[in-house]
């Protein structure tokens, strides 16, 4: 079985200012990893995925995540944030054995002010 | 290209009254899947279908029976609606073919948002 923790529920941040939101994980195996994002009223989409090979890996919107294996993380980056990036962010992990069963967090708010 | 679609959109149901919530996806994927959201809770998978023909339980699977009904639909049915059922729920595809392009993500719907009172 597998767990993931969303360290923060709320983050506001200034529009242009660097963003991370935090995401560890626990797995007894080897996993897949993901961040969605959904804007309001909306279904989920997919910024980024880890499924092998390097740690940093780059997503849509100019987002990134690295992959930390030994403390269990899957941080998600971005250098200057956009009003248009307001929505909520799930990370989520797969347990290897199938890459639709998801187990998801809580959910980050991401709230970028003017 | 209209990906994943749901139906209905919203539902207001009472206590014990039946329904069944519409999935279908038109991009011949073989794996779907159904998970409701809560607030603070994130989503949490019901029950999926890994091919045409076979369904299983996923984490909170009480109170919900599911239908493939073909390649194409996947329906989720709650026989006797509960005020805990509240939530919205996302119907989910994937491909799930090694090597294909796109096979290890999963395509969501926009969510159908039902209220038990």
């Known amino acids: 079985a597998q767990s993931v923790t969303q360290l923060d529920s709320q983050v506001p941040v200034f529009e242009e200012a660097p963003v991370e939101l935090r995401c560890n994980y626990s797995?007894?195996?080897?996993?897949?990893l993901f961040w969605y994002v959904q804007y309001p009223n909306q279904g989920l989409q997919l910024l980024l995925k880890?499924?092998?090979?390097?740690?940093l890996v780059k997503g849509i919107n100019g987002f990134e995540a690295e992959f930390n294996k030994s403390q269990t993380s899957f941080h998600l980056r971005k250098p200057s944030v956009h009003i248009s990036d307001t929505a909520e962010y799930f990370c989520?992990?797969?347990?290897?054995?199938?890459?639709?069963?998801?187990?998801f967090g809580q959910g980050t708010i991401l709230t970028v002010h003017p | 290209n209209a990906g994943v679609t749901q139906t209905p959109k919203f539902q207001v149901l009472k206590t014990g009254q039946s329904m069944t919530l519409q999935c279908a996806q038109d991009?011949?994927?073989?794996?779907m899947y159904w998970y409701r959201q809560d607030p603070g809770m994130g989503l949490r998978l019901i029950y999926y279908?890994?091919?045409?023909?076979?369904?299983d339980k996923g984490e909170v699977p009480n109170g919900y029976n599911v239908s493939r009904l073909n390649k194409r639909e996947f329906s989720l049915r709650l026989e006797s609606a509960a005020p805990s059922q509240t939530s919205v729920y996302f119907c989910?595809?994937?491909?799930?073919?090694?090597?294909?392009?796109?096979?290890?993500?999963?395509?969501f719907g926009a969510g159908s948002r039902l209220t038990v009172l």
């Open positions: 989520a992990v797969s347990g290897g054995t199938s890459y639709g069963k998801l187990t």
């Open positions: 797995s007894s195996v080897s996993v897949y």
């Open positions: 880890y499924l092998s090979g390097s740690t």
């Open positions: 991009m011949n994927h073989n794996s």
């Open positions: 279908s890994a091919s045409e023909g076979t369904t």
């Open positions: 989910a595809s994937l491909r799930g073919v090694t090597g294909s392009s796109g096979a290890n993500v999963l395509t």
